[in-house]
């Protein structure tokens, strides 16, 4: 089974509500400025993911696009964080989104 709809997949979609099938895929693309001084990248990102089996038959659709904005870096060696926002672009028609998602990750390695 393949879940498509979520910071980890398409970003754009919180992850609440997906789209399911026996087999898929999705890409994610991005581009990035580091910035040396700052130890933290600049990130753009589009994603796309498809679905496919005979569940997306009681599925909304087989299909969701998103877009991604964030910084990603290193407040000290052994401390990262990546905080992003992401708006779906396209989406099966009733697939409930919100129009923007955010999202936080800090670690810590000890």
Excluded: C
């Excluded at 696009?65 to 290193?74: I, K, N, P, S």
């Excluded at 905080?83 to 670690?107: E, H, N, Y």
């Amino acid at each position: 089974m393949v879940s498509i709809g979520g910071r980890y997949t398409v970003r754009g979609f919180d992850g609440e509500y997906t789209l399911t099938g026996e087999s898929g895929w999705y890409w994610q693309n991005e581009i990035a400025a580091y910035f040396q001084e700052l130890d933290a990248s600049l990130y753009i990102g589009l994603d796309l993911g498809m679905i496919y089996g005979s569940s997306v038959e009681t599925q909304f659709g087989h299909s969701l696009m998103g877009a991604v904005l964030g910084v990603r870096g290193a407040v000290a060696k052994d401390f990262t964080y990546d905080l992003f926002i992401a708006a779906p672009i396209r989406r099966p028609p009733g697939f409930p989104a919100d129009r923007m998602t955010t999202g936080f990750r800090a670690a810590l390695k000890f």
